[in-house]
């Protein structure tokens, strides 16, 4: 039973490089989202996915790109990574059908460090 | 829009002593919501949940939430700490829509619960 699994865990990377961080998930849950943790702020989202193809921003989506080609797969890239995006990163899933109360499934997360 | 403010981002108790973290939240429809623990370097689980049943919710490790709707509230409580209750967390809230939510939560910013000897 893997579950929800991140990649990598910790990550440090220079400001302006382009960094991508990989959530997989064996449930095959409709639902897929990912937070950035950051002390004061609790968790704020920053992508979500219902599916395969369909991604909607969040209340924090500038400087991040997602995609989801695959239903088990939702990478997130900084496309040009900013000090201010040091935080760590979080994948959760949700079932999202009929009758889901949605409960979120999350991954270990993956600290990131922009220097 | 839906919102959850949490009293106090630090709370500590003796070992033994009564737990309570407090949890607000603003919804304009019936909500559903969460408590979330996080341990130091690891992703969040629940502790418990309401989904519009039983206002009184049980969960995992001895804690227990009631739904207030007049209050607007859904307080964490556990009547005796433990030293492994030491931890962060997290009060979310999430859209009913019809009876399902799509798992688009709003959190809280978060209680670190700390446990004296």
């Known amino acids: 039973d893997a579950g929800i699994t991140q990649s990598p865990r910790y990550k440090i990377t220079e400001t302006g490089r382009q960094v991508t961080l990989m959530c997989h998930q064996t449930?095959?849950?409709?639902?897929m989202f990912w937070y950035r943790q950051d002390l004061g702020h609790g968790l704020r989202l920053i992508y979500y996915s219902a599916a395969a193809d369909i991604t909607d921003k969040g209340e924090v989506p500038d400087g991040y790109v997602v995609s989801r080609s695959k239903t088990e797969n939702f990478p997130l890239t900084l496309e040009s990574a900013t000090r201010s995006q040091t935080s760590v990163y979080f994948c959760?899933?949700?079932?999202?059908?009929?009758?889901?109360?949605?409960?979120?499934?999350f991954g270990e997360g993956s600290r990131l460090t922009v220097l | 829009a839906q919102s959850v403010t949490q009293l106090g981002s630090h709370v500590s108790v003796s070992e033994g002593a009564l737990v309570l973290l407090r949890c607000n939240y603003s919804s304009s429809v019936p909500p559903y919501l969460f408590w979330y623990v996080q341990y130091p370097n690891q992703g969040l689980q629940l502790l418990l949940k309401y989904t519009s049943a039983a206002t009184l919710v049980k969960g995992i490790n001895g804690f227990e939430a009631e739904f207030k709707k007049s209050e607007t509230s859904f307080h964490l409580t556990k009547p005796s700490a433990h030293m492994s209750d030491a931890a962060e967390y997290f009060c979310a809230v999430s859209f009913n829509a019809g009876g399902t939510s799509y798992g688009k939560l709003t959190f809280g910013q978060g209680t670190i619960l700390t446990v004296h000897p």
């Open positions: 449930w095959s849950h409709s639902y």
């Open positions: 959760a899933s949700s079932l999202g059908t009929g009758g889901s109360t949605g409960e979120l499934f």
